[in-house]
């Protein structure tokens, strides 16, 4: 398997290291997508993160633009880390975890902090920031990837935490009415038998949100996205569902485009893949709708790619009961009722999508 080949549907930056998706948004006609980078590196954390930056009209050709973030202050020397996007009176503004020292290097302290751009390329720091100094008594020093998001007159920021000493995974919630000014809520949702959060992101649907994390527990890490209802800076899940079983994925991040969509892309192939090859893997995912069927989130790659999609691969054998996926780092099996199955092959990355986006899987051949 050729791991040095550029792929032709997933974005891929044309030299270095990337990982989660950020800030994805709609802005002055074309849907941006920015991501965790290190330009000068094909590992993470030799330099200091930055925000990488990519657009496009139709999610098949993709142009790739100036690193949007880099650090510059003191407040962020150690990175500009995960974090969403929203636009405003014609304006994009970026929203990111601003990462500093403190007591050496051994201890990163996380703050959030605020870009803003006129033609969605060129990038100016708020100059007070950070907006959000530090983690609240219901948080801890894990206290990042800010997720911006517009609801009922009032703008809300969600922040990853959690309490790993008493298993508590936690969002936390901050209102403002001018995205500059933030004040402590509280406690918008909690997880048990959980460390922290990570990545979130809160996007409408219907008359009901989708709450999309990242998860990490005492032994693993899953994701998941919510569905319930938000209310009084709490949000109340009917149910959750993972329908990205991975295992070559990460860090999903969910928006909502002009037409009203709850477009997800995913970092591809996740945190076990650093060093796997002689250069970095990652990309984004297929983008795909999320919808809401008989109690799931399903998500299926929206319709400007779907005619990509085919319906077999070497790599996916059927069986009675499921189908199992051949990859470098060992078998995936599917157990289950495969009443449609569609898939795309893009030189080392497989994504496969199962009864019309009720399971997906994407590996690493």
Known sequence: MDYLARTKHHYKPSKGWMNDPNGLVYFDGYYHAFYQYAPDHET????????????????????????????????????????????????????????????????????????????????????????IEDYPADGSEDFRDPAVFFDNGRYYCVMASGQPEIKKARLLLYESEDLLSWKYKGIMYELDNANVTECPAVVRYRDKFLVAMSVLTPDDHYFTVACGDFKNGVFTPDFDYNFDRGPDQYAGQAFMDKNGRSIIFSWVPGWSYNGFAEKSLGCLSLPRE????????????????????????????????????????????????????????????????????????????
């Not at 200091?48 to 510059?72: C, N, Q, S, Y």
């Not at 319709?303 to 790599?315: F, G, I, N, T, Y």
């Open 44 to 131: 993470p954390f030799v330099e200091p993160m930055t925000w990488g930056h990519v657009r496009t009209k139709d999610f098949i050709t993709w142009e790739e633009l100036p690193v949007a973030l880099r650090p510059e202050h003191s407040y962020e020397d150690q990175g500009c880390w995960s974090g969403t996007a929203i636009v405003k009176d014609d304006v994009l503004y970026l929203f990111y975890a601003s990462v500093t020292a403190r007591n050496g290097k051994k201890h990163r302290h996380q703050s959030v902090s605020v870009a803003y751009s006129k033609d969605g390329i060129n990038f100016t720091k708020y100059e007070n920031n950070p907006v």
């Open 290 to 365: 999320l919808t809401v069927r008989d109690g799931k989130v399903c998500a299926y790659p929206v319709k400007e790619v779907q005619h990509l999609l085919c319906d077999s691969d070497p790599a996916v054998t059927v069986t009675d009961d499921g189908f199992t996926i051949a990859r470098a780092k060992g078998d995936v099996v599917h157990k289950g009722e495969v009443r449609d199955i569609k898939m795309l092959r893009d030189e080392y990355i497989l994504e496969v999508f199962v009864n019309g986006g009720e399971v997906n899987y994407t590996v690493v051949l």
